[in-house]
């Protein structure tokens, strides 16, 4: 998510709330450079690669920096002219990001080997909107949520084609700003991909048949401002709603409810989340300059669990 805190907050429908689970939540690690957002978070191992947003205008590269379990700061990549890098996502031996320049001057999906730290800024060519959602299959394949309005999906070589578009996925207008498909995920079957759609106020399901082709869409929630998403292992969907600084959960049948948390740490601009064993993951945006720059909190859920 990169639009700012200066949006108007509630512009969509309310969820129908269900009963409330909790989770603990607590602070893991700040991001080391003053003014930057977090926004992807992936995990390999006991690190974790967190990436960020440069709102400055002045900005010039995207970093992505790598922490070590207990929070130290072990690495850091660089994106020359690619301030704005969203969600990442880890394949094998290979870091991929969606990263931009700007809302509708199109981006890149990067390519970092982990092996040699080699980052290929042009592993892949987004030639309009702004790519900052992807996901990968078991197969290697690459799907990309753009603000514009697709999903498009990448090939291993870096070949890109379109995925799925139009219907659901059409931006919506969210304070001022026209905006459509976010984060995306795969249920754990992969037969279905899951996006939100933040200008519209909506979790989309788009089913994925057997010949690897995107069948049909559906509105599988309504959450308000919905970003990131990620499922635990009993198929509960998790979203964060960076300008309501909540997180809420989506049960198998549909029912919408937000997470109670409890605990020393606030959530300020939650944006993307993973799972790490039974703790939960998330990057903070930093709307409200809770810290210097942004955050990434750690959850442990009491009920339904993990």
């Known amino acids: 998510m990169l639009i700012t805190g200066a949006m108007l907050l509630l512009m969509l429908p309310q969820p129908v709330l269900a009963g409330n689970q909790v989770g603990v939540l607590s602070h893991f690690v700040t991001v080391p450079v003053a003014g930057l957002a977090a926004e992807g978070v992936a995990n390999k191992g006991d690190s974790f690669y967190v990436s960020t947003i440069a709102f400055a205008p002045t900005a010039t590269h995207g970093s992505i920096f790598v922490f070590d379990k207990k929070g130290t700061l072990t690495q850091t990549f660089t994106l020359p002219g690619l301030p704005i890098v969203g969600q990442a996502a880890i394949f094998k031996d290979s ?3 969606v990263a931009c ?7 890149a999906v990067v390519k970092i080997d982990l092996k040699t730290g080699l980052v290929n800024p042009t592993f892949s060519l987004v030639p309009t909107g702004c790519p ?3 996901t990968v299959d078991d197969h290697g394949n690459i799907f990309v949520a753009n603000f514009a309005g697709s999903i498009d999906e990448v090939t291993q070589s870096g070949a890109m084609s379109q995925f799925a578009t139009g219907g659901l996925l059409t931006p919506g207008t969210l304070g001022g700003f026209t905006i459509g498909p976010n984060d995306i995920t795969y249920n754990e079957d ?8 933040t200008g519209t106020g909506k979790v989309v399901k788009i089913q994925v048949d057997h010949d690897g082709t995107a069948g049909a869409m559906t509105a599988y929630a309504s959450v308000p401002t919905p970003d990131g998403l990620v499922f635990d292992k009993h198929g509960n969907l998790y979203v964060t709603s960076p300008f309501t600084d909540s997180i809420f959960l989506v049960t198998p ?9 409890s605990g020393t740490e606030t959530l300020d601009g939650p ?3 993973i799972f790490h064993g039974n703790t939960m993951y998330i990057t903070n945006l930093n709307l409200a300059s809770t ?3 942004g955050y990434v909190s750690a959850v442990v859920l009491k009920s339904p669990g993990n």
Not at 190 to 197: D, I, P, R, S, V
Request: aromatic share 8%; charged share 5%.
């Open 95 to 97: 870091l991929f990001v």
């Open 101 to 107: 320049s700007g809302i509708g001057s199109g981006g």
């Open 132 to 134: 900052n959602g992807l």
């Open 190 to 197: 992969q037969n279905a991909l899951y996006t939100t759609n």
């Open 253 to 261: 049948d549909g029912s919408v409810s937000p997470v109670v948390l």
């Open 271 to 273: 944006s993307s989340a």
């Open 291 to 293: 810290y210097p720059s």
